[in-house]
């Protein structure tokens, strides 16, 4: 509910800046949320249609956009498996419909390394996405939405060693856009509202990743079942699916190779992250989803050229 009323006393006060529940101010998320629902409001009247609406395309542009990159990655028939996958496995399909943040940033961050993939295998400028999808993640969730699609590009390169490609993804014009995309609004918001900063950045990024303080603490394992259960009804092909990346990944460095420690660092990083984290819920796992998708449809696809889908969950 917060998040349908706070844009809609955007629109009633028409301050844009300062996010408001209640008329009070509320500075636990950053305004890209908001902004989109109010905007679907003003358009489509303030319902419960309008209200899902943005959370409802951003899930279906993601189900796109993990088409796009494993068709790129593994061809046009891994791709079709991999956006089935993501688009019907259960808690996708439940948080695509919801209106809260997280499947916006799920998308921005699926954009983010999608970018960081395209900008590596095909041509410099698809960095841009790279940027483009950290600075609208960092508005939509804050740091996190950078932090992590940088942290799995940043080990990626590590663990593969692909120096090269940290000067190529050093792209000025993705830098740029960046920082004209993502800084704006915590300037002003600052400007406007002295302790924000403080009560953002170090209440709710530092002490509620690292205290209880919110009452959300679950044991680290907790994401674990959620995973199982929210990839159903694909949830047999999990194993097989992170079974056959991890050896390879390991052994070789190979092109194929390279792509399969990408999705796995993809995976495991963001799984890590909140597994480690002291506030838990259950849409925060959802950034997940679309490489485990990935990682199941080119699994699922190399399986049936080799005639085994009868074993592939071995």
Same mark, same amino acid.
């Given at each position: !509910?917060? =998040?349908?009323?706070?844009? *809609?006393? &955007?629109?009633?006060?028409?301050?844009?800046?300062?996010?408001h529940l209640n008329y009070v101010a509320y500075f636990e998320k950053p305004v890209l949320h908001y902004w989109l629902t109010a905007l679907s409001f003003e358009v489509l009247g303030q319902n419960e249609f309008a209200a899902r609406f943005f959370p409802a395309v951003l899930a279906m542009a993601g189900v796109f956009v993990v088409y796009w990159l494993a068709d790129r990655m593994y061809g046009p028939r891994a791709a079709f498996l991999s956006a089935w996958i993501l688009a019907t496995s259960l808690v996708y399909f439940a948080i695509g419909q919801i209106n809260i943040t997280d499947m916006p940033l799920s998308f921005f961050m699926t954009l983010s %390394? +999608?970018?960081?993939? &395209?900008? =590596?295998? *095909?041509? *410099?400028? =698809?960095?841009?996405?790279?940027?483009?999808? $950290? +600075?609208? !993640?960092l508005l939509t969730k804050g740091l996190v939405g950078v932090v992590l699609p940088a942290g799995v590009a940043f080990w990626w390169i590590v663990l593969t060693r692909k120096w090269e490609v940290v000067r190529e993804a050093l792209y000025l014009p993705g830098l740029a856009l960046f920082f004209l995309v993502g800084t704006p609004w915590f300037v002003l918001v600052c400007m406007?509202?002295?302790? @924000?900063?403080? @009560?953002? @950045? /170090?209440?709710e990024h530092f002490l509620r990743y690292t205290t209880k303080m919110h009452g959300r603490f679950e044991p680290w394992w907790w994401f674990i079942? /959620? /995973?199982i259960v929210g990839s159903i009804p694909w949830t047999g092909f999990l194993p097989g699916a992170i079974a056959s990346a991890l050896p390879s990944s390991i052994a070789s460095r190979t092109r194929q190779d390279r792509g399969k420690i990408f999705l796995l660092l993809w995976f495991g990083i963001i799984f890590l992250f909140f597994s480690i984290s002291n506030s838990k819920l259950i849409p925060y796992i959802v950034p997940? $989803?679309?490489?485990? +998708?990935?990682? $199941?449809? %080119?699994?699922?696809?190399?399986? $049936?050229?080799?005639?085994?889908?009868r074993s592939l969950g071995m």
């Open positions: !509910g917060r =998040y349908s009323e706070i844009p *809609r006393e &955007m629109l009633e006060s028409g301050d844009f800046v300062t996010p %390394s +999608a970018g960081f993939w &395209m900008g =590596y295998r *095909r041509d *410099r400028r =698809y960095f841009v996405l790279f940027y483009l999808g $950290m +600075a609208l !993640g406007k509202n002295p302790d @924000f900063f403080d @009560f953002f @950045f /170090i209440q079942p /959620i /995973i997940v $989803m679309p490489p485990l +998708a990935i990682l $199941m449809g %080119s699994f699922l696809d190399l399986n $049936m050229d080799r005639g085994k889908t």
